[in-house]
């Protein structure tokens, strides 16, 4: 069984995951050292999913509880959907590090600590009245403490760099030494640093130098015993060329790929917005793709520009997070009425107000299905992983285009920043969209740009087309010609008309990610809990449980056959990082007993937690263990399963 | 600027077949109007014509204009027009805003479109009031309006449109009234202008702030009240008999009388448009002790926004393969290849 797998890699059986998280302070550079560790990992063929975590302060005082920034990341020889509950190695460059990451590590796993930030400041700053290495208090772990400071400040000597700038190659020291124990090669990071400090070949060998220092150390110190190498082999994918990839990356690829199945150039407004900015840097990097990239003066201007090129014939689209998104509502009201082709992508965050800037949450989905005046219909689609998010963002535009009206693209604080392994698509392979803009006349002598098409859409109407000149702003609209109108029916069939072509947006049948449809228990979630859901579910079917995964990818309108798929469970179980918003939609929407599994720390699920919830529902049956979860034990799926 | 071929147009084809819907002696008639007889004179095609409001009466204009048109949200229209401009450098668009859309609730987005310099026409109709709300005083009304927000009379101090474009970085700044005669040729010098062109018009809302222009609005005695200034011409108004001299001890302008033609004798400055200290002192100069200050006060093109933009766009896609493809497997990657046994692996 994989669940009997150990995954300490001091054991020597070679487990099929690895969880590792590196820590320290937000100056020590462990957003790259991830980074590079996580590409040097799919380089070497694991499947992966990696956790970057930090704080929303840019500079936070060094050293402190509050300045930590960590990236975890999971790999393995089997598939991975999350960065994994509990870290099997944590990497403590500080005392402070060491306090906030240390209760997650497995009992039995390794810590690696550097002794030379273990100064009495330091582990004041940390809260330490005792240094933990000399208290006993780690005992539960084995504990790999020396000094890594003095080590790289001696790797980099011939470079002359003084202590300050030697110090900064710390974090290549540790990917050295990460590198050697999981036998990865040096090469990509040498690469890497080499096209990174082009104009500073000093600073680019040093790094290198450092890099190598922790690599030897690995090997010097596994012939005196303590650590031991790993080789985790390839995961067995389907043949085809990869790359890892950031959700924010992929909804920037994917609005450039949709944009072109559009055959549209691409108008992005956007207002920089943690953690949205991201999609404005990638795209300001593709002006070629046709893009205009446009910093606004805030997030109103923002939508507004992009729904002002959308009139003007391109695709709008616009990107920011919670707050953002609350300011660009009334312009979104305006795209509804005006019915123009726009995309709105909500990278949430936790909320209310600035809330956590920097941690996840899915608190924004009433606000993207009801969250404007009137009666405001607008279609929504959610991504759940970093590669998801292409295809999102493609079938964001897609409907966008096809059915003149905004659409919301959900996202998530975690999708934005993790990366995974992603088989690179073939553009040829999706069907086109392409515009169509109106070019004469339709309505014989007259001009009608609210006469619908089949799908209910109106006809696109480019300024600068001659003979069909016209007006359009947010009244009300008469049916057909599109003057204002304030008329009592004309109101009600308006106001049907875009209720009915947002419901009758077609998108594919619901289906079951893992399960049947029917039976005892159907977990329904959406957006970046899939990871978790799935293996959880995965798990608990591997102990015999009778529970499915279900995951919704269109938000609104919901698949026509969901109603149904819910009603043939017992039972219907809805996780989200939110109070329950998504359960209420269900509830409202099918009269079905959704039961809220909600989570609202900024962290996303661990398996764990759902295991344990959905073996609540099984209490009493035999086979059930109740939703424990041995400690060993990474989100493996069991191998009967795959059998 | 934008219309390179000429075309020919009456003022009746600028009109719209919806019927007006402003009170009857509304200051917004007589722009309308101005507007419709300035367009042909430009040659304007008025497929390439597209007009942009915000909300307030002033903003219904597009509606009446036999053009493209876009009445978009309160204070949103600056924003809005950036976006059209930027997908379509090609069209010609005119801003309609009012002094509470443009300056109160839109006034962020109002200073950006002129600090950017996007190459637009900005009408601001100022009537120092909100006509559509119902008559509650603006960021323009005089210290002491009366109105139902501010039954004992606001207390606020006005804000001055063009002294906020100017400082705004505008970089054509005029003014005109709403029965002018001269309004046109505002109009056609804004259009001249590459670059956002701010004209601040002064407009009668007969029903809530009725002839709060009359001091210098008014046919009566308008050449002791209006300054119009041409560029290299003379600052001279009452018939020629006073002038606008510099003070150059408290570098302030002053009003200084001229002897029959002998202006330069009194020091009588010549209007340079190009001169923004010039602008400054213009758009400052109080009505009262002085003429208001109506017609070009500064106009001195630099590079337009859209320019930048698209010049930015070339440099920065020069010698790149737009080929998406290749673009999704940039970066390291690496080949699964295909297995020469299948193994009973997991499900897809
Ligand atoms: S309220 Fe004033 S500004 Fe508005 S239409 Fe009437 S007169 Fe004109």
Not at chain 1, 585 to 603: E, F, H, I, M
Not at chain 2, 228 to 245: H, N, Q, S
Not at chain 2, 313 to 332: C, E, I, T, V, W
């Amino acid at each position: 069984m994989a669940t009997s797998a150990a995954t300490r890699p001091q054991d020597t059986d070679i487990p099929e995951a690895v969880v590792v998280r590196f820590a320290g302070d937000s100056g020590d550079g462990m957003q790259l050292t991830g980074g590079q560790f996580t590409l040097s990992t799919a380089l070497a063929g694991n499947d992966l999913a990696t956790f970057p975590d930090f704080p929303a302060e840019i500079r936070a005082p060094q050293g402190t509880l509050f300045g930590v920034s960590a990236f975890q990341i999971n790999f393995g020889s089997r598939e991975i959907n999350t960065a994994g509950d509990a870290p099997d190695v944590l990497v403590a460059m500080n005392p402070a590090a060491l306090k906030v990451n240390i209760a997650a590590l497995k009992p039995g796993g390794l810590v690696i600590i550097d002794t030379g930030e273990f100064t009495k400041r330091n582990l004041d700053k940390a809260k330490y009245d005792v240094s933990p290495l000399d208290d006993g208090s780690l005992a539960k772990w084995d504990v790999l403490a020396f000094d890594i400071s003095a080590l790289t400040i001696e790797a980099v000597k011939p470079f002359g760099l003084g202590n300050k700038d030697a110090l900064r190659s710390k974090n290549m020291w540790t990917l050295g030494l990460a590198l050697w124990m999981f036998d990865r090669p040096r090469d990509p990071v040498h690469d890497w640093l080499r096209a990174k400090f082009k104009n500073k070949p000093d600073i680019a060998n040093a790094n290198i130098a450092a890099l190598d220092a922790g690599h030897a150390y690995g090997e010097t110190a596994e012939l005196s015993g303590p650590i031991k190498q790993l080789h985790l082999p390839p995961v067995d994918s389907a043949p085809g060329l990869y790359r890892t990839i950031t959700g924010a990356e992929a909804i920037s690829l994917g609005l450039v790929a949709g944009a072109q199945l559009a055959e549209l150039p691409m108008f992005f407004g956007g207002y920089p917005i943690t953690p949205a900015s991201a999609i404005l840097h990638h795209l300001a990097r593709l002006k070629e793709f046709g893009v205009t990239t446009f910093q606004a003066e805030d997030e109103i201007a923002a939508i507004c520009a992009a729904i002002g090129a959308s009139y003007a014939g391109q695709l709008g689209v616009t990107s920011s997070s919670g707050p953002g998104i609350a300011l660009k509502t009334e312009a979104m009201g305006l795209a509804i009425m005006t019915e123009l082709p726009l995309v709105i992508v909500n990278s949430q965050r936790g909320g209310p107000s600035t809330g956590l800037p920097t941690k996840t949450e899915q608190s924004d989905l009433y606000q993207a299905v009801y969250g404007r005046n009137g009666d405001a219909p607008m279609p929504v689609v959610s991504c759940s992983s970093p590669s998801d998010a292409f295809e999102c963002a493609i079938e964001a535009c897609r409907i966008a285009v096809e059915y003149m009206t905004p659409v919301m693209l959900l996202t998530d604080g975690y999708i934005a920043n993790a990366a995974e392994p992603w088989a690179v698509p073939d553009p040829a392979s999706y069907t086109p969209f392409p515009a169509k803009f109106l070019q004469e006349k339709n309505g014989g002598d007259t001009l009608l740009p609210y006469k619908r098409d089949a799908k209910g859409a109106r006809p696109w109407i480019k300024p600068g087309t001659p003979d069909l000149m016209h007006r359009i702003g947010g009244i009300e609209k008469q049916v057909d010609t599109g003057h204002i109108d304030y008329a009592p029916d004309n109101h009600q069939a308006m106001t049907d008309a875009r209720v009915s072509k947002v419901l009758g947006v077609t998108i594919p049948d619901q289906e079951v990610a893992l399960g049947q449809p029917g039976g005892k228990l159907a977990v329904v979630g959406w957006g970046s809990t899939f990871g978790p859901i799935h293996q959880a579910v995965r798990r608990s079917r591997a102990k015999g449980l009778d529970v499915s995964h279900i995951h919704v990818r269109h938000i609104w309108p919901l698949p026509k056959n969901l109603g149904e798929l819910l009603h043939s469970y017992d039972n219907v179980l809805v996780p989200e990082m939110n109070t329950g918003q998504f359960k209420t939609v269900l509830r409202d929407q099918y009269l079905v007993d959704a039961q809220p599994l909600t989570k609202t720390s900024g962290q996303p699920f661990a398996i764990a937690e759902l295991e344990t919830a959905i073996g609540r529902f099984f209490d009493g049956i035999e086979g059930n263990e109740g939703g424990e979860v041995s400690v060993n034990d990474t989100q493996l799926p069991s191998p009967e399963l795959d059998a | 600027m934008n219309a390179p071929v000429k075309f020919e147009t009456t003022l009746k084809d600028w009109e719209t077949d919806q019927e007006v819907r402003w009170c009857p002696g509304c200051g917004d008639y007589a722009i309308l109007k101005a507007v419709q007889r300035t367009l042909p004179q430009l040659g304007a095609n008025p497929a390439n014509t597209v007009f942009i409001s915000g909300i307030g009466c002033s903003s219904r204009f597009p509606y009446y204009m036999e053009s493209y048109g876009f009445h978009t949200i309160h204070g949103r229209a600056p924003a809005l027009a950036t976006g059209v401009k930027l997908a379509n450098p090609e069209l010609d668009i005119w801003l309609v805003t009012g002094d509470g859309d443009g300056l109160s609730i839109g006034g962020n987005h109002m200073m950006h479109v002129l600090r950017r310099n996007v190459n637009i026409q900005i009408m601001l109709f100022n009537n120092e009031i909100y006509g559509l709300t119902k008559g509650q005083a603006s960021p323009t009304s005089r210290e002491g309006t009366k109105s139902p927000s501010t039954p004992l009379g606001s207390y606020d101090r006005p804000a001055n449109p063009c002294a906020f474009a100017l400082g705004s970085g505008a970089r054509f700044v005029g003014r005109g009234f709403d029965v002018s005669k001269n309004l046109p040729d505002v109009l056609k010098a804004a259009h001249a202008h590459q670059g956002a062109a701010f004209i601040e018009i002064f407009q009668n809302c007969i029903v809530y702030n009725k002839d709060v222009f009359e001091d210098f609005a008014a046919p009566k005695g308008a050449e002791d009240r209006q300054l119009w200034l041409v560029p290299g011409e003379p600052m001279l108004f009452a018939k020629g008999t006073k002038g606008i001299a510099l003070d150059t001890q408290k570098l302030a302008l002053t009003v200084v009388d001229v002897a029959g033609d002998n202006w330069q004798d009194a020091g009588v400055l010549v209007h340079d448009a190009t001169n923004r200290s010039l602008a400054h002192l213009l758009v400052e100069m109080p009505f009262g002790p002085f003429p208001m200050a109506l017609g070009v006060l500064y106009d001195d093109p630099r590079p337009t926004f859209e320019t930048a933009v698209i010049e930015e766009r070339a440099r920065s896609s020069a010698g790149k393969d737009a080929n998406l493809a290749k673009l999704l497997a940039k970066g390291q990657t690496w080949t699964v290849e295909e297995k020469a046994q299948q193994s009973d692996g997991h499900p897809a």
